[in-house]
């Protein structure tokens, strides 16, 4: 069992109790991964003084990006459910030979994804988006993509904290790297002293440059903690072939299902930029504010799939159904008041994607029409955020049991039959509208929340014993 240093409660069975443990985990976390949302949307307000065409290349590039490295990424990030859940068991030599399979599959998967560097030129332009945008596209894809190892290592490296509820150092990691991501970024984007403008690929270079203080620091945290924790870190570095068959059978369809989510909106967003350059700013714009909101989600996401873990692991079924409950409220709470903060003030939500930008850097472009538009795709992200709230807690509920496939399907089915399919049919008529296409969009994240809601009603992730199995392999 957990020492009693551990500041955190080990029979939280109360609700009292069991919230503030969640709030303890959860917080850092949601802040940690908040961090991730303002590099991508310093990125969009810097990009906004060189051009439109930046501004509208840089959110699909990235998330083209996103959905080439989920799959791994999703994969790696599982480890914080056999962590949390040995951990949770008091098995100290199998929490830390699962955070070992997770360094070895990060490390071979971050090379691996420079396979796709030479392509990027080659698929990119089947977009439909103009010359200049798919230059810019590239450009911003290939150096994250060359990121890819640092990146993926960094992910590992995280779950040695988070899988064990010590999400300080995560969240405190982060916020450093948020400011280094911001400042390398805009020096290297408009130049300074000796240093060129770069444009996008500065922009670019600044989010490596961050991940690579990321990585730095988790390595310095991880060796000082074993060292004063007393432990067995080396000698658990072995690769455990049963360990890791165990490791991708739960991990890949986890990230699966981030990647028919990721695939299914960048695909969205292609459709979105065959509308025009205008609709594709605009959406930009209303995803960048809505990743404000859905992004410390994700870290939400992850504090439930850790400590749901760490309680199926020591037994404890009541108190991760009392933790799924707790985590439900709170986030239709955080989500229905950003919601209506996006109803009410999105003048002032968007201000700051306009301080850098004019007529002339933007083309010429209306920024008024552009503004409203924006503003009206804020009331489809309103709509949808507390299902999109469901869908995070309880899908992250049912990985945290082990149950990975059924949220995959269930995402893959409703992104591509309910978004996408439709998006592509409205595309190809006569009244293709903005609006229209995020109507399909806000149907896929209602649908989906529901669906997750129904399955953890089931109660068929009470009956996976993950540690067990491992064991048995």
């Known amino acids: ?267 969205f967003l292609l459709i979105v930029g065959n509308l025009n350059n205008q609709a594709l700013a605009a959406t930009n714009i209303a995803f960048s504010i809505n990743g404000l909101i859905f992004v410390p989600l994700l870290g939400f996401g992850t504090a439930i799939q850790t400590v749901v873990g760490h309680h199926i692991g020591a037994g404890r079924i009541d108190a991760a159904r009392a933790t799924t409950r707790n985590a439900a409220i709170m986030g239709v709470v955080w989500t229905g008041t950003t919601g209506a903060m996006l109803v009410l003030f999105p003048e002032l939500l968007l201000r700051p994607f306009f301080l850098l930008a004019n007529p002339e850097t933007l083309g010429g472009a209306d920024i008024a029409t552009l503004v409203r538009t924006a503003a009206y795709l804020l009331n489809f992200v309103a709509a949808y955020s507390v299902f999109d709230s469901l869908a995070v807690v309880f899908s992250s509920a049912l990985r945290g049991a082990g149950d990975t496939v059924f949220p995959m399907v269930i995402t893959l089915l409703s992104s591509w039959l309910i978004m996408v399919v439709p998006a592509l049919i409205i595309i190809q008529s006569r009244h293709a509208s903005v609006l229209a296409l995020w109507l399909t969009c806000t149907a896929h994240i209602s649908f989906s929340g529901i669906c997750m809601l129904l399955r953890y009603l089931s109660g068929r992730w009470q009956r996976i014993h993950l540690t067990a199995e491992v064991a048995e392999s």
Not at 118 to 128: I, K, Y
Not at 158 to 182: E, H, P, W
């Open 1 to 267: 069992m957990p020492s009693a240093a551990d500041p955190l409660t080990d029979t939280p069975t109360d609700g009292f109790s069991n919230l503030k443990e969640l709030t303890q985990v959860a917080l850092p976390l949601m802040l940690s991964a908040g961090t991730q949302s303002l590099m991508n949307a310093a990125d969009r307000v810097i990009l906004a003084g060189c051009s439109e065409d930046a501004l509208a290349a840089v959110t699909p590039a990235s998330m083209l990006h996103w959905s080439v490295v989920c799959i791994p990424m999703g994969t790696v990030l599982y480890a914080n459910t056999f962590i949390s859940q040995f951990d949770g068991a008091g098995q100290k030599d199998r929490m830390l030979s699962s955070f070992w399979q997770s360094v070895w599959l990060a490390i071979a998967s971050g090379f691996l994804l420079w396979m796709f560097l030479p392509f990027s030129r080659m698929f990119l332009p089947l977009s439909g988006h103009s010359p200049n945008v798919v230059e810019l596209e590239a450009q911003y894809f290939n150096i994250l993509c060359a990121g890819a190892p640092i990146h993926m290592l960094g992910t590992a490296l995280s779950c040695f904290f988070s899988g064990r509820r010590k999400t300080t150092v995560v969240m405190l990691n982060s916020m450093a790297a948020v400011v280094v991501n911001g400042i390398v970024a805009y020096i290297l984007t408009y130049g300074a002293g000796p240093i060129p403008a770069m444009g996008i690929r500065g922009a670019a270079l600044g989010t490596v440059a961050a991940r690579c203080v990321e990585l730095a620091v988790y390595i310095i945290c991880i060796l000082r903690e074993t060292r004063r924790d007393d432990l067995p870190l080396w000698s658990m570095c072995a690769v455990d072939r049963g360990l890791i068959k165990q490791f991708l059978r739960y991990g890949v369809p986890s990230g699966l299902h981030y990647f028919v989510d990721i695939s299914g909106f960048t695909m």
